[in-house]
């Protein structure tokens, strides 16, 4: 592949992957008024289209024409970078997040992935770690002292929940001897006795798989782990001073993190894109990514259902239940997953 | 060819980032710089190859250390600094000392050291690399440095709690 082929097909896959994953940010918004309105009783958005499935597009124009208000209290400067910021690193850590295998497109093949890094689990790490800045200077710049709580109370629990995230993720690197996302879904291919697949949460990594999610609630500030916004003591937490499109990057982000999630745990956990592939050729080729797909759904759909299901944890109970929970239990499934791979090599 | 142009840019935002480190009298944007020369160091590391050593770089100090630098700058409410007026001792003596002490470096590092540059893109980064040499060359040294760094924590949490706590032992009430 000449080096303007390669550019070419990474512009138009970059731009491909950033389209579908602001769209699926849009809709898993419709998603959640729906689901939560179901779970109320309630019918949700219905006026705005065929089951109000253009109201995304509706919310999006009246973000877009709203008065941007900004405080004279703000310190401006970081007031206006702290939603770039937010926004940039939650959609950058998709780059390296593969879909589906191998496709053929006339006389040029690609992966279905931004780019295949042999860190690429890492990439997603640091890439979500920086994240934390979007919220914290949001929250201090703000100048407001329930933004400056909820900023704080948001990077406290980013970097309590961070470490047992990546603790639990270990045990899955054991068992792919790999820290490239491609490789460690090659690895969960196949079936125990036929019918069972053999991905990670039936092999042995359960325990790791909701130490994952339980963090992944917390990193990506979801109830029950939603003090960062808690609506009944903090107003609206660390974005209380923002409006318009400022208050709407935001939003993006924790969906766009939210995604970024749920691919991950997909990956890592669910196999990826593996799943029962027949029919004609065209359909082989796209099957992995409609079983990709669904198992992302599955996830954004848990997500919601968990936030309108349970109640907020109090502050220290958060901090307890990560420290002293969490974090004991992760550190145990490394120890436990290694020891039997020793023990079978 | 643009390897290198990259490797320059970068190079320049971690020096610019190291100067406004210095240069700026709110703490909170020192620490804005010092995230900036964090992470175009990363940037170094990973056009230099070690993709490893770069994410490590990015995760541990732009992602958890300064994050814990920003919160503590946010919750002590940390203001402007107050500006003297510098010394002249330090201006005559120190910058041409801070000066020719570089240049005696640079230049014994480049002509009396058996080391070489490293071209871009050469530097063995593999994680397994990297933990072949942790874990099996240099394990005791690795091992000896975490027991190290282990009592520095233990010894600042007994630093930082109150005597009483400490007297009292652990709380029941948990």
């Known amino acids: 592949m000449s080096i303007t082929t390669f550019v070419i097909i990474s512009i138009i896959k970059s731009f491909v992957v950033v389209a579908v994953l602001l769209t699926a940010v849009a809709y898993s918004v419709w998603l959640e008024r729906k689901v939560s309105a179901r779970i109320q009783n309630r019918w949700g958005p219905t006026r705005v289209g065929p089951f109000g499935l253009l109201q995304p597009l509706a919310d999006g124009a009246k973000f877009i024409f709203k008065e941007d208000l900004t405080q004279p209290h703000v310190y401006k400067p970081l007031y206006i970078a702290a939603p770039i910021i937010s926004l940039v690193f939650a959609i950058t850590a998709i780059s390296v997040i593969p879909f589906g295998n191998w496709v053929n497109i006339g006389p040029w093949g690609t992966y279905l992935q931004i780019t295949d890094l042999n860190i690429g689990l890492l990439v997603v790490l640091g890439i979500t770690s920086m994240g934390v800045y979007g919220v914290a200077l949001a929250g201090w710049s703000s100048n407001n002292k329930y933004s400056l709580l909820g900023g704080l109370r948001a990077s406290a629990q980013m970097i309590s929940y961070e470490v047992s995230l990546g603790l639990s993720l270990v045990g899955v690197l054991i068992m792919a001897g790999s820290l490239s996302l491609r490789e460690i879904v090659d690895a969960q291919g196949g079936t125990f006795w036929g019918f069972i697949p053999r991905w990670n949460i039936f092999h042995g990594q359960t325990v790791a798989f909701f130490i994952y999610l339980i963090s992944a609630y917390a990193e990506t500030n979801r109830t029950p782990f939603d003090l960062p916004e808690a609506e009944s003591e903090l107003v609206a937490g660390y974005h209380t001073e923002y409006s318009a499109m400022k208050f709407a990057m935001f939003f993006m982000a924790e969906y766009a993190n939210m995604v970024t999630v749920a691919c991950l745990a997909t990956l890592l956990f669910l196999g990826g894109w593996h799943g029962p592939i027949f029919g004609p050729p065209i359909l082989q080729d796209l099957m992995p990514v409609f079983w990709f797909c669904l198992k992302v759904f599955f996830f954004m759909f848990l997500y919601v259902w968990v936030r309108w299901t349970l109640p907020r944890f109090r502050y220290d109970q958060l901090m307890a239940f990560g420290w002293k929970v969490l974090l004991p239990l992760a550190v145990a499934n490394i120890v436990v997953t290694a020891l039997i791979v020793a023990w079978r090599a | ?174």
Request: with cysteine; hydrophobic share 60%.
């Open chain 2, 1 to 174: 060819m643009f390897h290198l142009i990259l490797f320059l840019f970068f190079g320049v935002i971690c020096v610019a980032g190291a100067v406004n480190l210095l240069v700026q009298s709110h703490p909170i944007n020192s620490a804005l710089s010092l995230i900036a020369v964090m992470a175009s160091l990363a940037a170094e590391y990973l056009l230099l190859g070690a993709e490893f050593v770069a994410a490590v770089q990015v995760i541990v100090y732009a992602g958890a250390i300064m994050v814990l630098f920003v919160i503590t700058i946010m919750l002590l409410n940390a203001g402007k600094e107050e500006r003297s007026k510098g010394s002249r001792v330090a201006i005559l003596i120190g910058v041409p000392g801070v000066v020719i002490g570089g240049v005696l470096v640079a230049w014994t590092l480049l002509h009396r050291s058996n080391a070489e540059a490293v071209p871009i893109g050469a530097l063995k980064g593999d994680p397994s690399d990297i933990a072949r040499l942790l874990f099996h060359d240099f394990l005791l040294p690795f091992e000896v440095t975490s027991v190290l760094i282990l009592i520095a924590i233990m010894g600042a949490v007994v630093l930082a709690s109150r005597p009483e706590a400490v007297a009292r032992g652990p709380r029941k009430d948990g």
